[in-house]
């Protein structure tokens, strides 16, 4: 009687490209946004936008597409 291993599952991921992209787009909308701020409020909110500015970039694009 013999006793087989199960066998191993490779998975392979895309490249980190668009990691890097988005990255990079936090550091600078957080350069954006904390060179404007004038109060810590401002810098805390500046901090939390330059995480989700995707976000704010689909809104500004699907408002301008939406103009007729």
Known sequence: MTTEEPQKTIVTRPSGGVDAVY?????GAWVYYLKRATTNQQRVQG???GLVWPAFLVYALL??????
């Open 23 to 27: 990255g990079i787009g936090v550091i």
């Open 47 to 49: 901090l939390l936008k």
């Open 63 to 68: 408002v301008f597409l939406d103009r007729e």
